[in-house]
C-alpha cells in the first residue's frame, strides 16, 4: 500500500513551495531516486546531466512542455541536494540554456525516520519568474503529483533501487 502524504504548500510572503512526505524505503533508496538522473527519469522527467554531483547540468523533459534546464548546485549525501532549473510555467516555453538569473531552486532534504524516510521538498526563488504568484500555484501541484508518483516509485522499487538493480 502507498502512503498517502499531505499536499504541497505554498507562503506566498516568502515565495516559497514546501512538501514532507514520509515514504516506506530506506534513506539509501531515496537518495538515490532523486539524485541519479536514471532513476530521477523513472518517477519525474526524463533526466539527462553532463555528470553527477555539484556543477552537473542538463536537462529533464516533460511531456507537453519541454526540456527544462537544470543544474545540480549542492549536495550532502545523503541527507541534502539542491536542484536549480528554469521553470517557469507562467512564461511560455522554457529557455533553450539554463539562465542562473532566472531560476528557481529547490532542495530534498532526507531524514531517516521508523519506517523509511521522511523528505522536505523547498522551492524558492520565485520573484525571478515571470508571474510569482501564478507559478507558485503551479509548482504547488506540481510538488503534489511528482512527490506522489515518487511515493509510489521507492516503495515499489526500494529494495531493488538500494541494492542498485533497478
Known amino acids: 500500500m502507498t502512503t498517502k502524504n499531505p499536499d504541497a504548500t505554498l507562503d ?3 515565495l516559497t513551495v514546501t512538501r514532507t512526505i514520509a515514504i516506506a524505503a530506506s534513506q539509501d533508496a531515496v537518495w538515490r531516486a532523486v539524485t541519479e538522473p536514471e532513476l530521477i527519469s523513472r518517477w519525474f522527467g526524463l533526466t539527462e546531466l553532463d555528470g553527477s554531483g555539484e556543477g552537473a547540468r ?3 523533459t516533460f511531456e507537453g512542455y519541454g526540456a527544462v534546464p537544470l543544474a545540480a548546485v549542492a549536495l550532502d549525501p545523503p541527507h541534502a541536494v ?3 532549473w528554469n521553470n517557469d510555467d ?4 522554457p529557455p533553450e540554456e539554463y539562465d542562473d538569473e532566472h531560476a528557481t531552486e529547490f532542495t530534498f532534504t532526507l531524514r531517516s525516520v521508523d519506517g523509511g524516510t521522511e523528505l522536505t521538498v523547498v522551492e524558492r526563488l520565485f520573484e525571478v519568474t515571470s508571474d ?3 507559478n507558485l500555484g503551479f509548482h504547488r501541484l506540481g510538488w503534489t503529483s511528482e512527490l506522489d508518483k515518487l511515493v509510489v516509485f521507492a516503495e515499489s522499487e526500494g529494495v531493488a533501487i538500494a541494492e542498485g538493480a533497478a
Open 12 to 14: 506566498p510572503e516568502s
Open 58 to 60: 542538463g536537462t529533464m
Open 82 to 84: 539542491t536542484y536549480r
Open 90 to 93: 507562467a512564461g511560455g516555453a
Open 132 to 134: 510569482p504568484a501564478a
